[in-house]
């Protein structure tokens, strides 16, 4: 169940959040005391934060900012402001979605839900010695550059890096991408790990697939 948490001074506006909220699946939690607002945010750990914008102390704006200085938890702008200028500024600042009250209850939830589901994509960005492997991408980057992957690359190089240390047999490699519907024999196995360690040596990881004569290969 996914956490959200509410930064609205509303009372009211609060608590219909939250109901709707609970009616829809989703945990919420809510801000009522706005001193020291960016630790308690922070302390509660959500999964995502709708925030209004005309909020005590630190207009909501410039609390988004503060926040996006700690982490990168999505934020939607809940605001009654109709200005382009707030919008862009929201945005700029680090939100992901904008919305202006008063909102249609069923577009909010599609809203959240569509950013969470952005959410979960990046979160499946992992690494690799200083390198980012994006799954939904299918792609490895050392920040500079990025190197795009076959399918049958990917494959082969997620399965290895779950792996990562211990010896993964040719066997093994060919069953993980029959398993996705990817047929190759023996030979196009060995020309798709080449190709693999050849990108891996473009973005600096030299000798990063060590083959193990008769019994497989190692990701180190």
Not at 72 to 98: F, H, K, N, Q
Not at 125 to 141: E, R
Not at 177 to 183: A, C, G, H, I, S
């Amino acid at each position: 169940m996914s956490k959200i948490y509410i930064v609205e001074d509303d009372r009211s506006i609060r608590d219909e959040l939250a109901e709707l909220l609970h009616n829809s699946g989703y945990e919420a939690d809510c801000l009522t005391d706005f001193s020291d607002s960016k630790a308690k945010i922070l302390a509660a750990k959500p999964d995502l934060i709708l925030m209004d914008i005309n909020i005590p102390d630190l207009n909501g704006e410039q609390l988004l900012k503060e926040i996006r200085k700690e982490t990168d938890t999505p934020v939607i702008m809940v605001t009654s402001r109709t200005s382009e200028t707030d919008e862009v500024l929201s945005m700029s600042y680090g939100a992901d979605d904008y919305i202006t009250k008063p909102y249609n209850p069923t577009i909010l939830l599609l809203r959240i839900s569509a950013v969470l589901k952005r959410s979960a994509v990046t979160a499946s960005v992992q690494t690799y010695n200083g390198l980012q492997v994006n799954d939904a991408k299918g792609s490895l980057s050392d920040g500079s550059r990025e190197m795009v992957l076959t399918k049958n690359e990917m494959i082969i190089f997620r399965f290895m890096l779950d792996r990562k240390g211990s010896i993964v047999t040719r066997d093994e490699l060919m069953t993980a991408l029959w398993d996705n519907d990817e047929f190759v024999n023996d030979n196009a196995l060995t020309v798709n790990i080449s190709r693999l360690r050849s990108k891996l040596a473009e973005l600096g990881c030299e000798d990063a697939i060590e083959t193990r004569k008769k019994q497989g290969y190692i990701l180190k």
